[in-house]
């Protein structure tokens, strides 16, 4: 808000100055804080969110064959990413759980946390919306397909969850893009491209953590995790899941 349009504050606006005034030194200590509604009609305009991170940290992009199917299945693909947000902060849930020795881990998890249970809550309301019916979906094979590959030891374990967790945001957010440029639905596109930006930090908050756990760099396990992540997108898979790979 620029000084100039800034009205006086008088008494009765002391409790919204130090509320404004808490805020501002959250989000100078890297805490961004969540102000969006469950209900999608009331979001924010959406920004513009540099995504070249996101492609750089990925090993290949999303087939066109993916989007297609996806475009032509909108309704399991809508359930399919509340199921994502539900899991996300499932995960998140039990390292806050697992690693209560860290302020800030904890702190970033809780943050996690909030934001993926909006985002669940934001999608349950687009499905109602839409009045489809939740419906049973197994698991596809993307997530399973990385975790095979975990460490059975510990701290070495969790630092290969959170790299996976990584991928798996970052690939969301490639994932919501590309849906955004081509899905003839206005009010669905705007919220895809509104994800864009917590999901596009999200990745980078999953590997600043899985580091913080490991006392040796972490970029050989996320160099493989890579391979194996970009193996899972663009070989030929028989379900189509939000995170699936090209259909078969």
Request: aromatic share 8%; net charge negative.
């Amino acid at each position: 808000m620029n000084k100039e349009n800034m009205k006086p504050i008088n008494s009765s606006d002391n409790a919204l100055n130090d509320e404004l005034m808490n805020d501002n030194d959250m989000a100078k200590d890297g805490i961004e804080i969540e102000k969006d509604s469950a209900d999608i009609t009331q979001l924010r305009t959406p920004i513009k969110v540099d995504l070249s991170p996101v492609y750089n940290f990925l090993g290949t992009q999303t087939t066109q064959a993916w989007v297609d199917a996806a475009i032509n299945n909108l309704p399991l693909i809508i359930q399919d990413h509340a199921n994502c947000e539900k899991k996300a902060a499932g995960t998140a849930m039990n390292l806050i759980f697992r690693y209560e020795f860290s302020y800030d881990l904890q702190c970033k998890l809780a943050q996690l946390i909030r934001e993926e249970m909006l985002h669940y809550e934001q999608v349950l309301g687009i499905m109602n919306e839409r009045g489809l019916e939740w419906k049973y979906l197994s698991a596809g094979r993307y997530a399973k397909g990385m975790l095979k590959h975990k460490r059975t030891y510990e701290p070495a374990a969790m630092v290969d969850v959170l790299i996976i967790g990584a991928f798996i945001e970052a690939r969301s957010c490639e994932r919501f893009a590309s849906l955004a440029e081509v899905i003839d639905d206005e009010r669905l596109a705007k919220y895809y491209r509104y994800l864009l930006k917590s999901e596009s930090r999200h990745f980078e908050d999953y590997l600043a953590l899985a580091q913080s756990l490991s006392e040796d760099n972490i970029d050989e396990r996320v160099a493989f995790f890579k391979e194996v992540e970009s193996e899972l997108i663009s070989s030929p898979d028989t379900e189509l899941r939000f995170h699936s790979g090209t259909p078969a």
